[in-house]
């Protein structure tokens, strides 16, 4: 894994901010501190060392600057990657692009079987965090299908010995699921009372071994803040 130096992290852009230089060569990561979806990107920018190559551009979600939209990306949403005078969007298609578009660490490994295995857990994540949010929106307890899904993370991180992550070795998809269960693990204790990593070890040790990854660790935000705005979208006093 690259070392990652502790970055000094650029101010969010607002309406008030005036536009980089665009499209003038320098590849941009178009993020926001407090979005799980861009904060999957950053963290594939960090691990694989690209500090230096891909520049931080993040943008305040709640005063957005107009010149996003009509300039960068018409869908005015992060993250959004600026390459090769191109923006692409959508954060699991970034992952991968990042990952076979720029140089340092593979976050696929070439195990054909661990690949199918990544692609199934890759098409599930939508699915889970849907879960995730209606059980957290509901009356009353944690409700069964919460319950299901996150017994199906446990059995997950259960199907290689090799490593605690996924795929035994970290990938994308431990960035691509722990961007949303740092959220959810926050949530689920202050909202339901309901701690998830009981009687699941793997997902505890998974939880455990991905802080001590700097890449990660580096994007993490204060899991109080985090919790109010998650409440303030759900509605949740």
């Not at 979600?61 to 969007?89: D, F, I, M, Q, T």
């Not at 954060?91 to 199934?120: C, N, R, T, W």
């Not at 939880?207 to 803040?225: F, G, M």
Request: aromatic letters at 12%.
């Amino acid at each position: 894994m690259a070392a990652c130096a502790k970055e000094v992290l650029p101010p969010s852009l607002d309406s008030t901010s005036e536009p980089p230089a665009l499209f003038d060569g320098t590849t941009r990561l178009y993020t926001s501190y407090i979005c799980p979806f861009a904060q999957r990107t950053w963290i594939a920018r960090n691990y694989k060392g690209l500090q230096d190559k891909i520049k931080l551009v993040p943008i305040d979600l709640s005063n957005r600057p107009a010149w996003y939209k009509e300039k960068v990306y018409p869908l005015n949403k992060v993250p959004a990657l600026e390459h090769n005078n191109e923006v692409k969007g959508e954060s699991l298609d970034l992952l991968k692009y990042i990952d076979s578009h720029f140089e340092g660490p593979s976050l696929l490994p070439s195990d054909p079987v661990k690949q199918q295995f990544a692609e199934e857990m890759l098409a599930y994540s939508d699915e889970f965090n849907k879960i995730m949010y209606t059980a957290l929106r509901s009356k009353g307890g944690v409700g069964d299908e919460a319950v299901a899904a996150f017994d199906k993370i446990e059995g997950a991180l259960s199907k290689f010995d090799d490593g605690p992550f996924f795929l035994g070795q970290f990938s994308l998809v431990d960035i691509a699921y722990i961007t949303f269960i740092e959220r959810f693990q926050t949530a689920f204790l202050d909202i339901k009372n309901y701690d998830i990593t009981k009687g699941r070890p793997k997902l505890a040790q998974w939880i455990e071994e991905i802080n001590k990854i700097d890449a990660y660790s580096q994007t993490r935000v204060d899991p109080q803040l985090l919790l109010s705005g998650l409440k303030t979208r759900l509605g949740i006093a």
